[in-house]
């Protein structure tokens, strides 16, 4: 898939990506990638062209939809990240590949700092552990990291 940390960072400008991490869950009926990025620090300019993407799906799968390599299939808002209140973008894409693929992807913005979580998955199956709750770790994390900020 050429993840790499430059790629998935790659829209947001002059963010630099830090802390690139990916974990793999495997078992004879499942599998599991995640993988999680900061970027930062975001400049005025994108915090303000990023929030005016929240909430608002099809831009984000139409962004989705263009990556290299992968074809989207179906794309829909994230459901239940409500909990990140005006903070939050996310995307459910069904990907057309060899294999069977669904992506949740969220992105959290806590201050300067986006915080972007990957997880695929089997399409038409339940992940191990979900977006939401793997950014609600991390982001736990990062505002204890800033100082609730």
């Known amino acids: 898939m050429g993840m790499t940390a430059s790629a998935l960072a790659g829209s947001f400008g002059t963010g630099r990506a830090r802390n690139f991490a990916n974990f793999l869950y495997t078992d004879s009926r499942t599998y599991e990638?995640?993988?999680?990025?900061?970027?930062?620090?975001?400049?005025?300019?994108?915090?303000?062209?990023?929030?005016?993407?929240?909430?608002?799906?099809?831009?984000?799968?139409?962004?989705?939809?263009?990556?290299?390599?992968?074809?989207?299939?179906?794309?829909r808002a994230l459901e239940g990240i409500d909990e990140f209140k005006d903070r939050a973008l996310g995307a459910s894409i069904g990907a057309a590949t060899t294999i069977n693929l669904r992506a949740d992807i969220l992105v959290v913005r806590r201050g300067a700092i986006a915080e972007v979580a990957y997880v695929f998955y089997p399409d038409g199956a339940q992940p191990p552990i979900g977006v939401i709750e793997i950014v609600r770790l991390l982001d736990a994390r990062v505002a204890t990291a800033v100082g609730g900020k």
């Open 33 to 75: 990638l995640i993988a999680l990025l900061l970027v930062y620090p975001l400049t005025a300019q994108e915090i303000a062209a990023g929030d005016l993407e929240i909430a608002k799906h099809e831009p984000f799968c139409q962004a989705l939809s263009s990556g290299p390599g992968l074809t989207v299939k179906s794309c």
